[in-house]
């Protein structure tokens, strides 16, 4: 009887934070439709265009980047906080050498695409992983916990931000960097919003204690 009470509890609170992602999700993206077209008028083409090419080795490192370690904190059991610490700094070590990959790429994917602009934008979007990386483990922590109201309100914030800064400095004329730049104000709001509500320590980690949790993280990696 206690279990099955317990079980219609879990089932209700379930409902509950899906109904409130939706919700959360629905207005967000009605918003960033709104966004979008008021952008586009303020926008020039090749501001969208040079995104776009940006976006080819932004959106494949930003994959990679997280290194299926928030599928690993979410999906293994009994891991200890020694483990958690340890795959906290391997995700902030992961956001770092990114970082400076993006050095070594933009050069080259600028010459590729004839595109001068292309390396700056490149650089300056992949602080996104430094900021991001701080975040990963504890936003995994917290989808384990069931915290989905929480991090549906997160999102919800994140977007508010991003789409006002993105107006705002296309309206002030910064063009194609008005892209750039919200999306970093974006990230550095949900990143710290997130360890206001789950911050953790950082060890250095112990690659004989995590092999379990590497092997799954690149085997995630590698799948997607």
């Known amino acids: 009887m206690m279990g099955a009470t317990s079980n219609n509890a879990l089932d209700r609170s379930m409902a509950r934070a899906v109904a409130w992602n939706a919700t959360a999700k629905w207005t967000t993206q009605i918003l960033s439709w709104v966004s979008t077209i008021v952008v586009a008028r303020l926008l020039m083409p090749s501001d969208y265009g040079l995104i776009g090419m940006a976006s080819i080795y932004l959106n494949l490192a930003g994959l990679v980047g997280q290194f299926g370690i928030a599928d690993a904190v979410i999906a293994l059991r009994n891991l200890t906080r020694q483990q958690i610490a340890g795959l906290n700094t391997v995700a902030v070590a992961v956001g770092v050498v990114l970082f400076g990959l993006s050095f070594a790429v933009a050069y080259p994917l600028a010459r590729f695409f004839s595109a001068p602009s292309l390396r700056a934008v490149v650089i300056v979007s992949s602080t996104t992983y430094l900021i991001a990386g701080i975040r990963v483990v504890p936003q995994a922590l917290l989808q384990k916990e069931l915290r989905f109201k929480l991090l549906a309100g997160i999102d919800m914030v994140q977007s508010v931000f991003q789409i006002v800064a ?48 590497l092997q799954f993280s690149g085997s995630v990696t590698v799948s997607s």
């Open 166 to 213: 993105t107006l705002g400095l296309a309206w002030l004329g910064f063009g194609y960097w008005s892209l750039v730049n919200s999306y970093i104000i974006g990230v550095a709001v949900s990143s710290a919003l997130i360890l206001c509500w789950r911050r953790l320590r950082f060890a250095v980690p112990r690659f004989a204690q995590l092999r379990r949790e």
